[in-house]
């Protein structure tokens, strides 16, 4: 079944603002707290949300490949950054977490321009990678009194009519 305008123009906004209500308001519609939920439940409507959910989800692979990015990550990839700008050429720019530009004028008047780049944490992406290969498995041993084996006992049940017998071992 295809969607009218207002659905498509509805299923746009709420994907941005994941709020139905202010969706269906964006998108027209006279009662917008009564019809954006109703949107949701539709089955068009819920397939189609699932649709664009699955295009834009990121896989375990992709995550593990831009988490390798960031691990292998090195300044020497951005010689001459100096605005964000210069990284809409770059392959790797999900890499840096910060540029920073600060400009100075000297006292002859020339001005200096000074670029700060940061990228993300390489270490937390690879205790990310470790993680998920289970390098780093935690593991616990337990013991018993002086690092003796731990005791266990066991207990039987006795019936009512078992209480006062005399074969204890006591």
């Not at 019809?35 to 409507?45: M, R, Y």
């Not at 990550?73 to 990284?87: E, I, Q």
């Not at 770059?90 to 890499?95: P, Q, R, S, V």
């Amino acid at each position: 079944m295809s969607l009218t305008q207002k659905q498509r123009v509805w299923l746009d906004e709420y994907l941005k603002c994941w709020n139905a209500t202010e969706a269906a308001r964006r998108a027209g519609y006279a009662y917008p707290n009564v019809d954006g939920p109703k949107n949701i439940v539709k089955p068009s409507l819920a397939e189609k949300i699932q649709q664009r959910l699955e295009e834009k989800a990121m896989g375990a692979d992709e995550a593990l490949a831009r988490l390798a990015d960031i691990a292998r990550g090195d300044m020497a990839d951005f010689p001459s950054l100096s605005t964000v700008a210069d990284l809409k050429d770059k392959d790797n720019a999900h890499i840096v977490k910060k540029v920073r530009t600060t400009a100075r004028q000297l006292k002859d008047g020339t001005i200096k321009v000074r670029t700060e780049v940061e990228l993300y944490d390489a270490l937390r992406a690879l205790e990310l990678i470790g993680k998920h290969h289970k390098l780093f498995t935690d593991r616990t041993e337990y013991s018993g009194p002086d690092g003796g084996p731990i005791v266990i006992k066991g207990y039987s049940t006795v019936s009512p009519d078992d209480w006062d017998s005399d074969d204890s071992d006591d």
